[in-house]
């Protein structure tokens, strides 16, 4: 049997692996899958801020944020509930869902590149998982 080094290192006997090349890429990947993971279950930012009634203390406001802090933490389903809200309140978004973005395809075309895919194959395969799930 034959090894042929395709990465010559200087400080290592094998070289440089196609795995090695792309643990930062895996990592980083990794970690952008966690933290969508974790927009999910709790987010960093608050989804929506909505405003008190201009008469209501302090106490009062406190209180109510932590009535709607607790009623919609927890299950799914009961987040999706109707919410019955101060008078002239106001909802304001702070963030969009971001599922998939072109740095997501980046690191993938990364690690197929280094494994020595074609990246036309994870194209092909996503495609083919889209059609599947309409």
Do not use: C
Not at 4 to 29: C, D, M, P
Not at 96 to 115: G, K, N, S, T, Y
């Amino acid at each position: 049997m034959l090894f042929r080094r395709r990465n010559v290192r200087t400080n290592k006997l094998y070289g440089f692996s196609h795995v090695e090349q792309i643990v930062v890429t895996a990592k980083t990947w990794l970690a952008r899958q966690a933290s969508n993971l974790e927009y999910y279950d709790a987010g960093s930012v608050p989804d929506g801020f909505l405003s008190a009634h201009k008469d209501w203390t302090t106490q009062e406001i406190k209180l109510y944020d932590d009535l709607m802090n607790v009623r919609l933490s927890g299950q799914i389903a009961e987040r999706k509930k109707v919410v019955i809200t101060p008078w002239d309140s106001k909802f304001t978004q702070t963030k969009q869902v971001a599922l998939m973005d072109p740095f997501d395809e980046w690191l993938a075309r990364i690690a197929v590149f280094r494994l020595q895919r074609a990246a036309y194959a994870l194209r092909e395969a996503d495609e083919q998982g889209h059609r599947r799930h309409r």
